[in-house]
């Protein structure tokens, strides 16, 4: 089976950093593709491609792709367009303008982002899938959308069933059954096959949003393998100037205040490091840090 593991935290605490360095690990032992669905996401600049069109070779064993809306949406027209008006043509006089206007309703472009995620673990191409996710909000919206469009689908079945005279030639009760199924094999995804590390940096609020994240992701039944703590300061530059040994000291009841609600998960921890955002470089070194 594909494993996805995605990482996930307040906006700016080093998601994107922490994913390519594990894809770049995961890649030296099998084929592994890097899914960035943050809005923000710098993977074209980090590689120096675009990676906003397609799937993309970046590396020995390693394909990336960042997931736009537009991408997104190009995909949705291209896999349910066609059924969706068929069905809503046979009950009312539309042209395939609605089509638009569906597409601007909201979680259409999150629900198949995650069926794309689902497609690419299917397809038995790749050992791992790392996912590097919007910030803690989006992403959490993310994941609790689908139980919601679970159970709007079960309530549309029986609203069918009550309407199902006004159908002409079409029974719309295939397509609910199979977005039905698609939205319970995305849920039996991330929790069966995903796991999550919650990214920080050693201070207050993305501690405590990482704590909370956390408790989210085990809510929803999604493995949380750690915390990855991102640009701790080392004491040995810090403790000859007063700012810095300030800053330090900070950090380290931050630090504290992460350990003492892990839960005893595991912490990685990783220095603030200087340079390039490079894979021979920077990207490197942290890989080797977290492996």
Known sequence: MTKIEMFTGKGGVGKTTM????????????????????PSG?????????????????????????????????????????????????????????????????????????????????SGTYKTIVWDTAPTVTTLNLLFIQQLFYSHLTQAQKVYIKVKSVFNKVDPLALIDKWLHLTAQIIELLRTDTSA????????LPVEQALDIASSLTDFEIDVNGFILNKILPVEICAHHPFWQQKYEAQQICRKRLYMGSGNRPIKEIPELAGKMKIDGFLGEVSRLLY
């Open 19 to 38: 994913s390519v360095a594990t894809a770049l690990h995961y890649a030296e032992s099998g084929r592994t593709l890097l899914i960035s669905t943050d």
């Open 42 to 122: 710098s993977l074209s600049e980090i590689f120096a491609k675009p990676l906003d069109q397609k799937v993309v070779s970046v590396a020995k064993n390693l394909d990336a792709v960042e997931l736009t809306r537009k991408l997104v949406l190009d995909l949705w027209r291209e896999k349910f367009a066609d059924e969706i008006y068929t069905v809503l043509s046979s009950f009312l006089p539309v042209g395939r303008e609605i089509i638009d206007y569906i597409e601007g309703a909201p979680g259409i472009d999150e629900e198949f982002m995650l069926d794309y995620l689902l497609s690419m673990a299917q």
């Open 197 to 204: 590390w919650v990214v920080a940096n050693p201070e207050h």
